[in-house]
């Protein structure tokens, strides 16, 4: 079994800054694409940001210069920093992992529970 635990989430004002971590545990051999997502409230799950392990990151176009994706390999945590926080960033945030199964070797993703940010003007 495979979890994610997200932390990092929170109430900050405009201008501000948070950081979301999400910690990978569990049966895993290796861990490949590592991608944060958003979703707000009646709105569609949308990427923010992803991160390949060998270190190719891409990002929204709405966060661009803002927002920081990094991830600790000998962790198995991925990082977002994210700066410059805007109000419509206000969303609940989620972790998402793309593995090579420890004991097949199977390719599976899993999916964080979630943590909210919110961004107040």
């Known amino acids: 079994q495979v979890q994610l635990v997200e932390s990092g989430g929170g109430l900050v004002q405009a201008g501000g800054s948070l950081r979301l971590s999400c910690a990978v545990s569990?049966?895993?051999?290796?861990?490949?694409?590592m991608s944060w997502y958003r979703q707000a409230p009646g709105k569609e799950r949308d990427l923010v940001a992803k991160?390949?392990?060998?270190?190719?990151?891409n990002y929204a176009d709405s966060v661009k210069g803002r927002f920081t994706i990094s991830r600790d390999n000998a962790k198995n945590t991925v990082y977002l920093q994210m700066n410059s926080l805007k109000p419509e960033d206000s969303a609940v945030y989620l972790c998402?992992?793309?593995?090579?199964?420890?004991?097949?070797?199977?390719?599976?993703?899993?999916w964080g529970q979630g943590t909210l940010v919110t961004v107040s003007s």
């Open positions: 569990g049966s895993v051999f290796s861990i490949h694409a």
């Open positions: 998402n992992v793309g593995y090579f199964d420890k004991f097949d070797r199977r390719y599976l993703e899993r």
């Open positions: 991160i390949t392990s060998g270190g190719t990151t």
